[in-house]
DNA sequence: CGTGGGACTTCCATCGATGTAGTAATCGAT
DNA sequence: ATCGATTACTACATCGATGGAAGTCCCACG
């Protein structure tokens, strides 16, 4: 009795005001609105009351009674590395083309939150999971017990555990490594690896940078292959640092990501290195960063957007079908060559 | 009847399948999760049903009943660029402190997007948004007729019309001038004017470099101010590429954001000019990319942190009291000096 | 021995939208 | 005029959790 029609109050308005102000039912209203049926007049007169109200429904009372959300999550250690900023603009982009939105969980690859992203995030808030893991295995993604749909984004686990899209991560450090040493480098470094679980991402790439030195018969130097704590900047100008200073330093660099590739440049270019060269550098993402540095970055692109398209298909089919096999989707990727490896004259100096 | 108690079955437990298993009530349940005064004996028995059932809150139905939804959006135009990337992850850390979590718009700059963004987002689905607007003026959110809280960031809004939390964009441009003008410098160009209105980020950040040139008693030379599209490396190079072909080139830059200047620096090195010797380079947005560049970027450093600090105190105020009057938070800004004007002596070459 | 008050616990209504079943009205065909 | 088939709509139960009122039990106190 206190509201008139055009001051919607303290509480916004329900179905059942909807239905009230048009002289219907609740059901009519919802009918209208979930493009059921309905008679041109009723429809319109519907129409009119939930304009006039400003009615908009109310998400989670649906959720409740759907059984779904219609947000999807996305955890990945830190969103500002910029190979995940690109990413999750991707998917962000490609899930509202499938009336989904984006939930950001960011674990900073602490074990604890890692596990509760494969217990499915607590409640049941998400109605699927994109994971990135850095600390969860494929062995503790097989004990999951939740049953949230998840798909694992950037790591090959052989046996078949959860869906799973990457990219062939041996065979593009074997293409890296390979660009470095048609070159004519004879002492290749590798940065980046990790004391990690045999399958990781890390461990891919040192086993295709060790299998592409020896299709070049190079030998196997372990003092230049450098382990990186996190994949930064910082990690990467710290790996150069070492290396810039043993006896025997390398003619190039093969860095696991990007931002180690570009931390590694800084260090290179304070001692006196002239890149390429001294030293070719090559990388592994192909970042917005790495094409306008100077010099531009060699490196692997992988397809980012049919990561996030496939990620998202896997993911909204599980939605659908829960007890499918789990499935592997394998990205292209190719070798971007530019300045750090010798792509064409340096223009200057 | 047909599940025992070890097997999940298809549909997760609810609060009345732990009520059962316990023999108690669904309110005892409730109340033991929501840590009311519930005995010692029955609490234990009803943490072991939960722990056996796997049961886990349905938090549709909890925000239908409690009316909110304990998420919060955050809605800028580009998750990958790298400035709001390195919000985001503060935000997303610092809302998470506050038991929120963060969804994740992206409106492109589009004005329907942004509309939708001020309109709160279509359903109920958060309880507040954090919003970067680039295409909405203040005069688009007065007329806003949602009632979702809203925190608005970057740009300074006169009469308060929206909680709101920025820094001192002219105090920072000028600052950032004067820095250059105080090495030398006598033709600086700004990079990153846009078509907007007076309020906005771009405007404001225009009139500190106008001011600080006239402070330095140097003429403005209209042709030396550049506008921008977008603030992407694209962008930032094609404005320098402009400027190189001036008949008298500027001797300085300053760029309305880091991007922005890291894509002018690649023109300036590829067209043979020397960074700072020839030409300085001032950014703004202290991102991380500008640390690691050679030569490193000279920039305004907002207090990021603070930013997401402020932004989230201003929308958990709000949400807790709709009705208080918007508030304005300045958040400071320090200049960071680095080799792109000047900075130490350049270490080679 | 009766009683008042904690301390727990249960019962019931409720949040807002939707599925199901059922009623009323309309139409074409017989 | 009658019947079945549509069509258009309504009434009601329901999703799962929570707030509030009411009930039960036990014990101390007069």
Request: aromatic share 4%; charged share 40%; no cysteine.
């Given at each position: 009795m206190t509201s008139t029609s055009a001051q919607p109050g303290r509480r916004s308005a329900s179905m059942k005001d909807v239905a009230a102000r048009a002289g219907v039912s609740v059901k009519t209203v919802s009918n209208v609105i979930n493009g059921a049926h309905v008679g041109a007049a009723t429809r319109e007169r519907v129409q009119r009351a939930i304009a006039d109200l400003g009615y908009r429904p109310n998400i989670s009372a649906r959720n409740l009674r759907?059984?779904?959300?219609?947000i999807l999550a996305l955890a990945v250690s830190?969103?500002?590395?910029p190979y995940f900023a690109e990413l999750a603009r991707l998917i962000v982009d490609t899930a509202e083309e499938h009336g989904y939105t984006i939930l950001i969980d960011q674990t900073g690859g602490d074990p604890k939150r890692e596990q509760y992203v494969i217990d499915?995030?607590?409640?049941?808030?998400?109605?699927?999971i994109v994971f990135s893991p850095v600390a969860m295995d494929h062995l503790d993604i097989a004990r999951?017990?939740?049953?949230t749909p998840l798909v694992l984004l950037g790591e090959r686990v052989s046996a078949g555990t959860a869906d799973h899209v990457a990219i062939d991560n041996v065979s593009a450090a074997r293409t890296a490594t390979a660009h470095l040493a048609g070159q004519g480098r004879r002492r290749i470094a590798a940065i980046g690896t990790q004391p990690?679980?045999?399958?990781?991402t890390s461990s891919m790439r040192e086993s295709g940078y060790r299998a592409a030195l020896k299709d070049a018969g190079l030998p196997v130097e372990e003092s230049l292959i450098v382990s990186a704590r996190q994949y930064h900047r910082r990690d990467g100008a710290e790996a150069a640092a070492y290396l810039t200073e043993l006896e025997n330093p390398p003619d190039a660099l093969f860095c696991f990501n990007d931002t180690l590739a570009l931390g590694a440049m800084r260090t290179l270019y304070d001692r006196g290195y002239r890149i390429p060269e001294d030293v070719a550098v090559v990388g592994f993402?192909?970042?917005?960063?790495g094409r306008y540095n100077v010099p531009s970055l060699t490196t692997i692109s992988p397809d980012k957007a049919g990561i996030a398209r496939s990620a998202l298909r896997l993911l909204l089919d599980r939605i659908a079908a829960v007890d499918s096999p789990p499935r592997e989707v394998t990205v292209s990727h190719e070798l971007r060559v530019r300045e750090s490896s010798g792509a064409g004259p340096r223009r200057h100096r």
């Open positions: 759907r059984g779904r959300t219609g830190e969103v500002d590395v499915g995030m607590g409640a049941r808030l998400v109605d699927g999951r017990v939740d049953t990690s679980y045999e399958q990781s993402d192909d970042i917005d960063d």
